[in-house]
Each structure stands twice: as C-alpha cells, then as structure tokens.
C-alpha cells in the first residue's frame, strides 16, 4: 500500500494480544506488507501520531493508516479518534474502527467523528480483506497537502 509513491505504515492500536495477532494475520492474508507498529494503550499511540507535545507536527509528511480498537485500558478509542481527525497535520489520515462494541449509537458517532470504516470483531476476514483493499486504493488516490 502506497500514498503518493510513499511507503503506508500501519498504526494498530490493539490492546488484546490475540486480537491483535488476528488483525496483522488478516491484513498480511489481504495481500498487505507494509509495516505494522503495534500498540496496547492509547497515549503510546498518540505519542507516535501526534507527538509527545501533541502538536501533530511530527506526522506532518508520514503516510499512516490508523487500526483502532474502541476499547482500551488507558482511554477510549474514540477519544483517540478525535484527537486525530481535529489535528491539522492528521486529520486526513483513514482510522478503522475494528471493535467489539456493535452499538448503532456507537458505531454512528465513529463515523460522525470521521472514522473511514468500522469494523465488528470477530473480523470477518472477507469483510476485513474488503475493508483493506478499499483503504489500499484510498491511499493510491488520496493527496495530501
């Protein structure tokens, strides 16, 4: 997956290891290589997307796709998911929501928030491949300022 000639890195913000294991599992079955950082807790996460001071600034020129579970031990996921769609620098970046929470009020206020797809686990894998593979043709067309 490439944005603009440029490498794609996937961000995953999973707290439950075997989640975590079935998501890098599904992606890597889609088809998709590109690099995975993983984190457990939401502020290890934000530091790397939005830099310790918050700013944003540090994400300014890095192409990343977002993996966020809703529920983490730190702070929610939507939490997260505002932060980053309210930050000049990121909020152009694609979040998926992949969660275990099917709530419609839930699942409404990720999207009013700009999450790009949302996701019920047990991930389906061909839902999820789907998902991906849509999110890889975003990023081939996808232009950032």
Do not use: W
């Not at 998501?23 to 997307?49: H, M, Q, Y």
């Not at 929470?101 to 789907?130: M, S």
């Amino acid at each position: 997956m490439k944005a603009v000639g440029k490498e794609v890195t996937i961000v995953m913000i999973e707290d439950d290891e075997g989640h975590a294991r079935l998501i890098e599992k599904n992606v890597r079955r889609a088809g998709v290589n590109n690099e995975i950082i993983p984190f457990a807790n939401g502020n290890e996460a934000l530091d790397f997307i939005l830099g310790p001071d918050r700013s944003g600034e540090v994400s300014r020129d890095r192409y990343l796709l977002i993996l966020l579970d809703l529920n983490l031990p730190d702070m929610s996921g939507t939490d997260i998911l505002e932060k980053v769609k309210n930050n000049p620098y990121t909020r152009r970046l694609p979040v998926v929501i992949l969660t275990t929470t099917d709530d419609e009020r839930e699942i409404q206020r990720c999207y009013d928030l700009g999450a790009n797809v949302y996701i019920t686990k047990p991930v389906d894998y061909d839902n999820f491949a789907n998902a991906i593979r849509q999110l890889g043709l975003f990023f081939s067309v996808m232009q950032i300022p």
